[in-house]
């Protein structure tokens, strides 16, 4: 069983954890928010496979010297290669990379664990090794279990024993690196150990659900566990409360995360009590199943328990007092249930932590796609009851695709960046990948993707298409081409059309609206020609006029007329002279052609002109 790959900073504000492909991502404990995430260039081709973290306080300087100097977090990493790698969290900055050119560990690296100024590490063929981790080399090594592999390695709080374990925990006396005690009492190998505030008791766990309590004073001879504790499911992580007082220490709090999701408490004086333990408290979270589980857990002060859940790859943490008065005493809490609720926005937490200095993430050496909150977060339409616009991604450029495909080839291939976005919910690296990667390897990509993660391939494509319509078009490509390459696992799916429901809500909903927008087009076409008709008839009406009537013109002619003319008038009035003209006006009905109107409106008889 792997080691827990989980832990908190030393004041519970950080949550660290390691995803599969070795991104070390930090989220705020108050506000869920994903704040750093730190990877190594070719973190591809290893991955990690334990963790530890220290805090250097900075030294207090005397008068005149320079005191510049802050707190220094270190995070510590075993590889599945018997390497071992230390990041500086507040510089962003990869610091060593100890592969042991000696070859010190030969598989994978179990188990890390800082001392005060060494790092000691156990690995899976059975050796320990103590580093100094100032200058990345070996102080000493030896060999921790000839028979087994070793999982899990512990130190006591005055770091002068150091607990490895398999199926049998051995404890080491560091200045000799002699065998102190064998313990003995698990059925399968260790995944969880922990030293008591005062090293008096260690805690182990494993995977055959029995949590063990060892007296670390208890000679070769006594190798029995002075309490046993069982569990309902496997525990993945156990933590004592290191915030009660170690002096005159005789109740000691500890608590267990199973893999049912709950969470075991337990009070115990093992000096007095029987040798089984009885749980003093439970603590659930409401909703918690397979898309939401409980990860890891601790106690962030004497009376309070903090608690991480994962649900799709967004973690967020809750608070809780397991303590409460009844009948004027302090007891243990029976029965806890949580409400899951939405964290508080960054600036309630500043304000509950009294600060208003905002958090700024440092530099990193080498970040694959800053991962960022789950697309179902970001693709929410409403703020407060209120609707906010969706922003469409940017498409690349052509510069932009050739520097991203630089960026790929030097991290890995296309497939583990894919494979990569879609198991962080890198919503902004997956866009690139879409439009990146060529069509003659699409095919090809998604059919070697990981079975078991192609749904959340599908769920990734469909918000895309929902809410990224500048990449509707490819996402629809995908989703065809994944159909035609994984169809017979995904109908050996029992819940595949619950999964697949949202996308079949899109298509029916693109459909209607088809059916809708056909309609209304077909419509606007008849407006558009009715328009075009009237367009037409107007301009008809609108030609330039045959004739044109001057009122001036008319006026001044009148004005000359001579006597012989008034006379005509008059015998016009009196019906003589005037058989053979026109009338003045035409009436509907009646033609003529053009040699009409170039003679005044007088016929020309061709016959006639031909006689003479």
Same mark, same amino acid.
């Given at each position: 069983?792997?080691?827990?790959?989980?832990?908190?900073?030393?004041?519970?504000?950080?949550?660290?954890?390691?995803?599969?492909?070795?991104?070390?991502?930090?989220?705020?404990?108050?506000?869920?928010?994903?704040?750093?995430?730190?990877?190594?260039?070719?973190?591809?081709?290893?991955?990690?496979?334990?963790?530890?973290?220290?805090?250097?306080?900075?030294?207090?300087?005397?008068?005149?010297?320079?005191?510049?100097?802050?707190?220094?977090?270190?995070?510590?990493?075993?590889?599945?290669?018997?390497?071992?790698?230390?990041?500086?969290?507040?510089?962003?900055?990869?610091?060593?990379?100890?592969?042991?050119?000696?070859?010190?560990?030969?598989?994978?690296?179990?188990?890390?664990?800082?001392?005060?100024?060494?790092?000691?590490?156990?690995?899976?063929?059975?050796?320990?090794?103590?580093?100094?981790?100032?200058?990345?080399?070996?102080?000493?090594?030896?060999?921790?279990?000839?028979?087994?592999?070793?999982?899990?390695?512990?130190?006591?709080?005055?770091?002068?024993?150091?607990?490895?374990?398999?199926?049998?925990?051995?404890?080491?006396?560091?200045?000799?690196?002699?065998?102190?005690?064998?313990?003995?009492?698990?059925?399968?190998?260790?995944?969880?150990?922990?030293?008591?505030?005062?090293?008096?008791?260690?805690?182990?766990?494993?995977?055959?659900?029995?949590?063990?309590?060892?007296?670390?004073?208890?000679?070769?001879?006594?190798?029995?566990?002075?309490?046993?504790?069982?569990?309902?499911?496997?525990?993945?992580?156990?933590?004592?409360?290191?915030?009660?007082?170690?002096?005159?220490?005789?109740?000691?709090?500890?608590?267990?995360?199973?893999?049912?999701?709950?969470?075991?408490?337990?009070?115990?004086?093992?000096?007095?009590?029987?040798?089984?333990?009885?749980?003093?408290?439970?603590?659930?979270?409401?909703?918690?199943?397979?898309?939401?589980?409980?990860?890891?857990?601790?106690?962030?002060?004497?009376?309070?328990?903090?608690?991480?859940?994962?649900?799709?790859?967004?973690?967020?943490?809750?608070?809780?007092?397991?303590?409460?008065?009844?009948?004027?005493?302090?007891?243990?809490?029976?029965?806890?249930?949580?409400?899951?609720?939405?964290?508080?926005?960054?600036?309630?937490?500043?304000?509950?932590?009294?600060?208003?200095?905002?958090?700024?993430?440092?530099?990193?050496?080498?970040?694959?796609?800053?991962?960022?909150?789950?697309?179902?977060?970001?693709?929410?339409?409403?703020?407060?009851?209120?609707?906010?616009?969706?922003?469409?991604?940017?498409?690349?450029?052509?510069?932009?695709?050739?520097?991203?495909?630089?960026?790929?080839?030097?991290?890995?291939?296309?497939?583990?960046?894919?494979?990569?976005?879609?198991?962080?919910?890198?919503?902004?690296?997956?866009?690139?990948?879409?439009?990146?990667?060529?069509?003659?390897?699409?095919?090809?990509?998604?059919?070697?993707?990981?079975?078991?993660?192609?749904?959340?391939?599908?769920?990734?494509?469909?918000?895309?298409?929902?809410?990224?319509?500048?990449?509707?078009?490819?996402?629809?490509?995908?989703?065809?081409?994944?159909?035609?390459?994984?169809?017979?696992?995904?109908?050996?799916?029992?819940?595949?059309?619950?999964?697949?429901?949202?996308?079949?809500?899109?298509?029916?909903?693109?459909?209607?609206?088809?059916?809708?927008?056909?309609?209304?087009?077909?419509?606007?076409?008849?407006?558009?020609?009715?328009?075009?008709?009237?367009?037409?008839?107007?301009?008809?009406?609108?030609?330039?006029?045959?004739?044109?009537?001057?009122?001036?013109?008319?006026?001044?002619?009148? #004005? !000359? +007329?001579? *006597? &012989?003319?008034?006379?005509?008038?008059?015998? @016009?009035?009196?019906?003589?002279?005037? $058989? /053979?003209?026109?009338?003045?006006?035409?009436?509907? #009905? !009646? +033609?003529? *052609? &053009?040699?009409?109107?170039?003679?005044?409106? @007088?016929?020309?008889?061709?016959?006639? $002109? /031909?006689?003479?």
């Amino acid at each position: 069983m792997e080691s827990n790959l989980e832990r908190y900073s030393e004041d519970y504000t950080q949550f660290f954890h390691v995803t599969g492909i070795s991104q070390i991502q930090i989220y705020d404990t108050f506000t869920s928010e994903n704040i750093q995430t730190f990877q190594e260039a070719k973190s591809l081709s290893r991955k990690y496979t334990s963790i530890a973290l220290y805090t250097q306080s900075p030294k207090k300087k005397s008068k005149g010297e320079d005191s510049s100097s802050t707190t220094k977090k270190f995070v510590a990493l075993g590889t599945d290669k018997g390497s071992v790698v230390i990041w500086d969290i507040v510089a962003g900055q990869l610091l060593e990379n100890w592969d042991g050119k000696n070859k010190i560990h030969q598989k994978s690296v179990s188990g890390v664990v800082f001392g005060s100024s060494v790092l000691y590490s156990c690995s899976r063929d059975g050796s320990i090794a103590e580093w100094q981790v100032s200058t990345g080399k070996v102080n000493h090594t030896w060999v921790g279990d000839k028979q087994g592999e070793l999982a899990c390695i512990a130190i006591n709080p005055e770091q002068t024993v150091l607990a490895t374990a398999s199926t049998t925990i051995k404890l080491w006396d560091l200045s000799s690196r002699k065998v102190l005690a064998k313990l003995a009492g698990h059925t399968s190998p260790v995944s969880s150990m922990q030293f008591s505030i005062d090293g008096l008791y260690l805690l182990t766990a494993a995977a055959d659900r029995y949590i063990n309590l060892w007296s670390t004073e208890a000679s070769k001879s006594e190798q029995a566990p002075a309490r046993v504790f069982s569990c309902d499911s496997i525990p993945k992580a156990i933590q004592w409360n290191r915030h009660q007082s170690p002096e005159d220490l005789t109740q000691y709090d500890f608590l267990a995360v199973l893999q049912s999701d709950v969470v075991n408490i337990w009070s115990v004086n093992p000096k007095k009590e029987k040798k089984k333990g009885h749980i003093a408290g439970t603590i659930k979270i409401e909703g918690a199943d397979k898309t939401n589980t409980l990860v890891f857990g601790d106690f962030s002060s004497d009376n309070e328990v903090i608690l991480t859940t994962d649900s799709f790859g967004k973690y967020q943490s809750y608070r809780t007092p397991y303590i409460e008065v009844k009948d004027e005493q302090m007891v243990i809490k029976k029965e806890t249930i949580l409400k899951k609720q939405e964290p508080p926005v960054p600036e309630q937490a500043r304000k509950k932590e009294g600060g208003d200095n905002k958090r700024k993430a440092p530099h990193v050496e080498h970040v694959v796609g800053q991962v960022d909150m789950p697309f179902e977060a970001t693709a929410s339409t409403q703020t407060n009851g209120k609707r906010s616009k969706i922003v469409d991604v940017p498409a690349l450029t052509e510069s932009e695709k050739k520097a991203f495909q630089q960026e790929i080839k030097g991290t890995g291939t296309m497939l583990s960046a894919l494979t990569q976005a879609v198991h962080t919910n890198d919503q902004e690296l997956f866009k690139k990948i879409l439009q990146v990667i060529e069509d003659r390897w699409v095919t090809s990509t998604i059919s070697k993707f990981p079975k078991d993660k192609v749904l959340t391939l599908v769920d990734r494509l469909v918000y895309l298409l929902r809410f990224q319509p500048s990449i509707g078009p490819i996402a629809i490509k995908w989703l065809k081409i994944i159909f035609e390459e994984h169809l017979l696992y995904l109908l050996e799916q029992p819940d595949v059309l619950q999964k697949l429901s949202p996308l079949y809500a899109i298509i029916d909903s693109r459909l209607a609206m088809f059916k809708r927008v056909s309609t209304l087009s077909g419509k606007l076409d008849l407006l558009l020609k009715q328009a075009s008709t009237m367009r037409q008839k107007k301009k008809v009406f609108e030609d330039k006029a045959q004739f044109v009537f001057k009122e001036n013109e008319v006026e001044e002619e009148s #004005g !000359d +007329e001579s *006597d &012989d003319e008034r006379s005509s008038s008059s015998n @016009e009035q009196n019906g003589e002279g005037y $058989e /053979d003209e026109e009338p003045d006006t035409i009436l509907e #009905g !009646d +033609e003529f *052609d &053009d040699d009409e109107l170039l003679n005044g409106g @007088e016929d020309v008889d061709d016959s006639d $002109e /031909d006689d003479n």
